[in-house]
């Protein structure tokens, strides 16, 4: 049973294992490392940066999704608003050798819920980048519906031009189901 808990420095370890090319890594991270790989104390301390001193306003939140064989997902969550009702989903990732077997499903579900549930937000967004479409096919099959976007966003990434898709899930559609 697949299950989600802060995320601890200790699973950066893990998680940098799954990044297994640089294409990969910057479709993952959408351009927030620097440099590629990254270590386990690059992904802490790019973490440690976001969340902040304990004087800011909260806003960051890593989760660890795993199972009875141990950490097997991982994603960030942050408010995107004053009035904290969208929380943007990010760095999502599943182990590679785990992949294609529900997992990011189940585990943007359990971030769905936790959002709606706990969060009390009102709606769930990311972004994708066109040339992933697995990643693609999971955030829709876990229940994002895509957004029209009146300018395209591409990002310069690897000398290529990547555009970004908008997803969004909406505390309605995630009850009614």
């Known amino acids: 049973m697949l299950r989600l808990r802060p995320y601890k420095p200790c699973d950066a370890e893990t998680i940098v294992t799954w990044i297994k090319d640089e294409v990969a890594f910057r479709k993952w991270c ?15 301390e790019k973490y440690m940066e976001y969340n902040g001193d304990c004087e800011e306003e909260d806003n960051f939140y890593p989760m ?3 199972d009875e064989t141990g950490v097997v997902g991982h994603l960030i969550l942050r408010f ?4 904290k009702k969208i ?5 999502v990732i599943v ?6 077997m529900g997992y990011g499903k189940e585990m943007l579900k359990l971030a769905q819920k936790f959002v709606f549930d706990v ?6 967004t990311l972004g994708v980048f066109d040339n992933n479409p697995a990643a693609y096919h999971c955030y829709k099959a876990a229940g994002f519906e895509d957004v029209p ?9 690897l000398g290529e031009q ?9 505390r309605k559609e995630a009850t009614d189901q």
């Not at 995107?80 to 009035?83: A, G, T």
């Not at 969060?119 to 769930?124: L, V």
């Not at 976007?149 to 990434?157: A, F, M």
């Not at 990547?162 to 909406?170: G, Q, R, T, V």
């Open 30 to 44: 959408s351009d927030r490392f620097e440099k590629y790989p990254i270590t386990a104390e690059d992904m802490n």
């Open 64 to 66: 660890t999704a795993f």
């Open 80 to 83: 995107m608003d004053k009035e």
């Open 87 to 91: 929380v943007r989903f990010g760095f």
């Open 95 to 100: 182990d590679d050798k785990k992949r294609g």
């Open 119 to 124: 969060f009390n937000a009102e709606k769930a």
């Open 149 to 157: 976007l009146e300018k395209e966003i591409i990002l310069p990434i």
């Open 162 to 170: 990547w555009k970004i898709l908008e997803l969004k899930a909406s």
